[in-house]
């Protein structure tokens, strides 16, 4: 079972950078774990941003390619997310989880129901 804390989040200016830390206290599998970031804005859907596959492969979408980057410490059980040049519309919170249970559940990531409590990022003009 995972038990997932993020922190880091904040409040910065665009252009600014933050660095966003998730823990798994729960898994004895984390190394083996797809891990992704996920955020929700306020009124739009729930969407993956980045994720690491238990080989290191990265994957960003669109919006946030070449501005974060993601990483993985096994030894510490975590994951980790750099976002930088941030942009207003980069404002949301932020929740990280393993992606293939995530997806696998349903395609509204929301709908799944272990999620930790995120962490709040704030991007202003």
């Known amino acids: 079972v995972q038990y997932l804390t993020e922190s880091g989040g904040g409040l910065v200016q665009a252009g600014g950078s933050l660095r966003l830390s998730c823990l798994d206290s729960?898994?004895?599998?984390?190394?083996?774990?797809?891990m992704g970031w996920f955020r929700q804005a306020p009124g739009k859907q729930r969407e993956l941003v980045a994720s690491?596959?238990?080989?290191?492969?990265?994957e960003y979408s669109d919006s946030v390619k070449d501005r974060f980057t993601i990483s993985r410490d096994n030894s510490a059980n975590a994951i980790y997310l750099l976002l930088e040049d941030l942009e207003p519309e980069d404002t949301a919170v932020y929740y990280c989880?393993?992606?293939?249970?995530?997806?696998?559940?349903?395609?509204?990531?929301?709908?799944?129901?272990?999620w930790g409590q995120g962490t709040q990022v704030t991007v202003s003009s």
């Open positions: 729960g898994s004895s599998s984390f190394a083996d774990t797809h």
């Open positions: 989880n393993d992606v293939q249970a995530v997806a696998g559940y349903s395609r509204t990531y929301s709908e799944y129901p272990y």
């Open positions: 690491i596959t238990s080989d290191f492969v990265k």
